[in-house]
């Protein structure tokens, strides 16, 4: 057994010299790093994956105060830096205080626009992806006066109007048109349940386009496959009630073989590691988890995509073939009836997706995951960083954090209850709060959305 001073000592020791591989070559540190921990006691092992929690916190409070009133840094991203800062503290299950939590709703409410939606800061134009950091930063929040903020009926005008008449979404007025922007609308209008056929209609045939022969999704048609955009893909397509349309298997294919020999996920075929895509590829392992049993049988089909299937249909989007045709992912939905969608109302997916546990462990190395995270995208004062070498910011600290609670809670069955000490790689108060995959929002903050929004129509 160490004594606590020794131990001290070997971590502080170990510490240094991780800090001096920062100097090696990118390709070297990982494996450097690696050696240091095959070399020390569990004991020491254990000190050395520690999350610096107090660390982490200071750094993203500082953040948080230094997004005040005379913030002009990245200025049409402020929705967005307050998401990833609220959602990295709640992470961390770190409380907020009241002063910040009454000027964080306050200046999100400066960021909506007249015609709805919410723009990077005061005064400007909406902007889908800043809709949805500042949707999920008051969500986030929780209280009722910021949930209550939210101007549901102008939001559903502004998604309305991002929608092409294609299907797919614009990520502004007149702006580009990807995946991304189908995402964060339908994540927007399915969280605050405003998400109807309209909505839907044609999106899910424009992501299908967008599924390369890689089994990934690119941001848009005759795009490379990349991580961030396969979480926006299947998530949209799960949202939307359609993702049996995708082909799961070379999906899962595809994502499987983006963790590398470093522990951590690439974004795309032959590129370097990124803390940041553990969540975005994480995460898409974590909804797969879920989906095996349609990837099962379209395996058993051999796969014939559903929109040959259907082809005899004139339309191919679900809305018009469920009816006759229940899709393969419909037992999650047990509100998935042909009766409720002729009166217009589409399944509650977000929350029967998070019901339905699945029947398997993760589907990727979550430990070895764990330790990318720790050892070489943790930065000890604080913040974590794509890689060694690089320098931490908010939006790696968010991701890493979200792709660390995924791993952590890979192994669990049931979600109330906590994951076994061997599901969380070093000391077990390295365990976060758990999330909603979908949105990527602290779970017991979706369901207290979903319980304020449910029932309730458009009005403001
Ligand atoms: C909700 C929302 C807005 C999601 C965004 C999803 C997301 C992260 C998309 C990735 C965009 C992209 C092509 C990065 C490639 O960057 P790179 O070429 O620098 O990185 P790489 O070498 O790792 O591919
Ligand atoms: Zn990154």
């Known amino acids: 057994m160490e004594s606590s001073s020794s131990s001290h000592h070997d971590r502080h020791e170990k510490t240094l010299t991780i800090t001096q591989i920062e100097q090696l070559g990118v390709e070297e540190k990982v494996a450097e790093i690696f050696q240091i921990l095959n070399g020390v006691s ?39 830096l307050c998401y990833w800062i609220l959602h990295s503290l709640a992470l961390l299950g770190e409380p907020l205080d009241l002063e910040f939590e009454n000027a964080a709703v306050d200046f999100l409410l400066r960021c909506e626009a007249e015609d709805g939606g919410y723009g990077g800061g005061p005064g400007q134009m909406a902007h889908l992806a800043t809709t949805y950091a500042a949707v999920n930063s008051l969500i986030t929040l929780g209280s009722m006066w910021a949930l209550s903020s939210i ?22 007025d007149a702006g580009e048109m990807d995946v991304r922007a189908c995402y964060t609308a339908i994540s927007v209008a399915s969280i605050l349940n405003i998400l109807d056929y309209e909505l839907v209609k044609d999106v899910g045939s424009y992501i299908v386009r967008c599924q390369t022969y890689e089994g990934g999704i690119a941001g848009e048609p005759g795009s490379e496959a990349h991580g961030g955009y396969t979480f926006c893909g299947l998530a949209t397509m799960i949202l939307i ?15 499987a073989f983006r963790q590398g020999v470093e522990c951590g996920f690439q974004g795309r075929t032959n590129k370097l590691v990124d803390g940041c895509y553990s969540f975005w590829q994480g995460g898409v392992l974590a909804l797969m988890q879920r989906l095996l049993p ?14 040959c299937l259907s082809m005899k249909s004139s339309n191919n989007s679900r809305s018009a073939d469920t009816g006759d045709s229940p899709g393969l992912y419909d037992d999650l939905c047990q509100s998935s009836t042909s009766h409720q969608q002729i009166e217009g109302k589409l399944p509650d997916v977000g929350l029967a997706f998070i019901n339905k546990k699945p029947n398997w462990g993760p589907l990727f190395n979550s430990t070895a995951l764990q330790q990318y995270i720790l050892l070489c995208s943790q930065v000890l004062e ?30 669990s069955k049931d979600e109330n209850a906590p994951p076994l000490p061997k599901a969380v790689l070093g000391p077990y108060s390295n365990l976060l709060e758990p999330i909603h ?16 929004f449910s029932g309730r129509q458009a009005q403001d």
């Not at 991002?162 to 797919?168: E, F, I, N, V």
């Not at 009630?241 to 994502?255: F, K, Q, S, T």
């Open 42 to 80: 569990p004991h020491t092992r254990s000190l050395i994956m520690e999350l610096q929690r107090d660390k982490h916190i200071e750094f993203l409070t500082r953040g948080l105060r230094l997004l005040g009133p005379s913030y002009h840094v990245l200025d049409a991203n402020r929705p967005w």
């Open 151 to 172: 101007n549901r009926d102008k939001m559903y005008k502004f998604l309305s109007q991002m929608k092409d008449p294609s299907g797919a979404f614009r990520m502004h």
């Open 241 to 255: 009630n359609e993702v049996d349309r995708l082909d799961l298997p070379r999906l899962l294919d595809w994502v």
């Open 294 to 307: 349609i990837a099962d049988e379209q395996l058993k089909l051999t796969f014939v995509p559903r929109s």
């Open 382 to 411: 604080g913040g974590f960083k794509d890689k060694p070498g690089k320098q931490r910011d908010h939006y790696h600290s968010c991701y890493v954090l979200s792709g660390l609670s995924v791993s952590q809670y890979s192994w």
């Open 437 to 452: 995959p979908l949105y990527n929002v602290i779970l017991d903050r979706y369901y207290k959305a979903h319980e304020f």
